[in-house]
């Protein structure tokens, strides 16, 4: 029998795979359609492809990795049908989210937006792809967190990964900044305590993502993608 020790080790790694390869998919160095080579993430991350193959499974019960039988693991591809669905339930959650948070958002949660906001401006002034891409999901997740509801900041970071396979795969500068000048609205209505007006540019800013989706796999090097 394994010992405990040994146990909460495999399982610590099993995450830390995991953990990277969703993080890659997130800031779109892992595209969709890219095979995970078992053996090639466990030269990687130095483990057994026993663990590899627990991460991978982890992230197929997620959606984010398909398992094909006899052809191995692949980053998941989702159908048109899948990213409305995904969209729509973010439309339905955060929605709901903007209306509570702008009637109990304090100056401390606003100052703490505006220094995310202030992040987001820099990085996309530096074509920095795989920063922006990080932080304008973030926005996501941060106004989550300050409901202090954790259940559902898990519930939107689990749908932010999806939404990053089926969002652009390379965004533009221009995509890029009218995201964030859109996240720059948002906040200026949830200081003025105006949920009406959050929830409506919230809707506009994803029906505007949604409308640029875009899916077009390519190969990605593992070793490159996962590097740390």
């Known amino acids: 029998m394994p010992s405990p020790a040994s146990v909460a080790e495999s399982g610590s790694t099993t995450e830390r795979i995991v953990d990277a ?19 090639k993430i466990a030269d990687i991350f130095q483990v ?11 992230l197929s019960r ?3 990795v398909t398992l094909e039988p006899a052809r191995g693991a692949f980053v998941a591809q989702p159908s048109v049908d899948e990213a409305r669905q995904v969209f729509e339930v973010r439309q339905m959650l955060e929605a709901a989210l903007l209306s509570r948070l702008a009637k109990s958002i ?3 949660q606003i100052a703490e937006l505006r220094a995310h906001l202030k992040a987001e401006r820099a990085a996309v002034a530096r074509t920095d792809v795989t920063g922006r891409t990080r932080l304008l999901a973030d926005f996501h997740s941060l106004l989550a967190r300050m409901q202090g509801n954790e259940v559902l900041a898990q519930l939107l970071a689990d749908l932010l990964s999806r939404s990053s396979l089926i969002s652009l795969m390379y965004q533009s500068s221009h995509s890029a900044a009218e995201s964030q000048a859109e996240h720059e609205a948002i906040v200026d209505a949830l200081e003025a305590g105006d949920a009406r007006a959050a929830q409506r540019l919230m809707a506009a800013h994803l029906g505007h993502v ?5 899916l077009h796999p390519r190969v990605q090097d593992l070793a490159l993608a996962l590097k740390p």
């Not at 057994?48 to 982890?58: E, F, P």
């Not at 949604?210 to 875009?214: K, P, S």
């Open 210 to 214: 949604e409308a640029n989706l875009r």
């Open 48 to 58: 057994s492809r026993t663990l590899v193959r627990q991460a991978l499974n982890q």
């Open 106 to 108: 304090t100056p401390a």
């Open 21 to 39: 390869i969703t993080q890659a998919i997130v800031e779109r160095r892992l595209m969709p359609g890219t095979k995970l080579a078992e053996q």
């Open 62 to 64: 997620d959606r984010l």
